[in-house]
């Protein structure tokens, strides 16, 4: 595949592949096809009573309808059949023969012999589909590197240590960072837009990272979502400036600041970052602002 490198060299590598196994994934994920597979049995459940609700008038008709059934039909209104995911359903054709219905009232002669009509139905039986214990669990990484330059182990060190910098960070641009949709066609902006989210996530780990050690060796916490933690998320760092805010008015021509909001867990964290608090403390002194005390 195609590489560029750091200093703007592009050039063609090999892929290199390392599977790996882990037990816990393994169990979440096995916990939950559990979980789908329930929800997929009351939708099978409905299926089958409405697939034995029909009746056929010959053993063609009915295995048309299996071919439906079974999702090897052309589908409705454009879209393709639907398979199940996790139970294998089984169809079969049942002939039940019942006394036809005389055309005329009356008891029948009795030279006349009885006539039987013979319709037909589908009988389905699901099975749930069990998968091997080695199904669940794997992961594949990839990687342009040789095995000279980063063994396996290493290789699978660094990919585990990535939950402390960026990849948690890219559930968190879905919700609430909600970065809006972008329309982008050359390749050179698609991987600037790429690298400018990385750098963006890379800030929101460190900032994550030096509120939890300064409030570690400070044995000082911050209001959390359940309550004081010393471990909050950047989220929930951000979170807590929300209400802070800084009016700009003018009496008599004189421009004045105004902060509203500043609590001391704020400050706190504007040390664990490295903000200077004048940037609050300047604008706020006398400016009726709630009184704070700078924490140690």
Same mark, same amino acid.
């Given at each position: 595949m195609e590489v560029e490198y750091a200093d703007g060299r592009l050039a063609l590598e090999e892929l290199r592949f390392? /599977?790996?196994? #882990?037990?816990?994934?393994?169990?979440?994920?096995? /916990?939950?096809?559990?979980?789908?597979?329930?929800?997929?049995?009351?939708?099978?459940a409905e299926h089958i009573q409405r697939v034995e609700a029909r009746w056929f008038a010959g053993a063609a008709d009915a295995e048309a309808a299996i071919t439906d059934d079974e999702g090897r039909g052309q589908g409705r209104r454009g879209r393709k059949p639907r398979l199940w995911r996790y139970h294998a359903l089984h169809y079969r054709v049942e002939a039940i023969s019942s006394p036809k219905k005389r055309p005329r009232r009356g008891?029948?002669?009795?030279? $006349? #012999?009885?006539? /039987?009509?013979?319709?037909?139905?589908?009988?389905?039986? #699901? $099975?749930?589909l069990v998968p091997s214990e080695d199904v669940h669990g794997w992961t594949v990484l990839a990687t342009t590197v040789w095995p000279a330059v980063c063994t396996d182990a290493e290789m699978l060190q660094a990919y585990q240590e990535q939950h402390r910098t960026v990849e948690p960070g890219f559930r968190w641009i879905k919700n609430p960072a909600a970065i809006s949709p972008v329309w982008l066609e050359k390749p050179e902006r698609i991987a600037a837009l790429a690298r400018l989210t990385v750098v963006g996530l890379l800030v929101y780990a460190v900032i994550q990272r030096q509120v939890r050690l300064y409030l570690r060796d400070h044995d000082r916490q911050i209001p959390g979502t359940k309550g004081p933690t010393a471990t909050p998320t950047a989220a929930v760092v951000f979170a807590l400036f929300t209400p802070v805010m800084l009016v700009h008015f003018a009496v008599d021509h004189t421009p004045n600041l105004q902060v509203h909001g500043v609590q001391d867990y704020h400050r706190i964290v504007c040390d664990a970052v490295g903000i200077d608090q004048a940037w609050y403390q300047g604008a706020a002194t006398g400016q009726n602002s709630l009184p704070w005390t700078t924490p140690p």
């Open positions: 390392l /599977v790996v196994h #882990a037990s816990q994934l393994a169990q979440q994920a096995a /916990v939950a096809y559990t979980a789908a597979q329930a929800n997929e049995a009351e939708r099978v008891r029948p002669p009795k030279t $006349e #012999a009885p006539q /039987v009509e013979v319709r037909y139905r589908l009988v389905v039986h #699901a $099975e749930a």
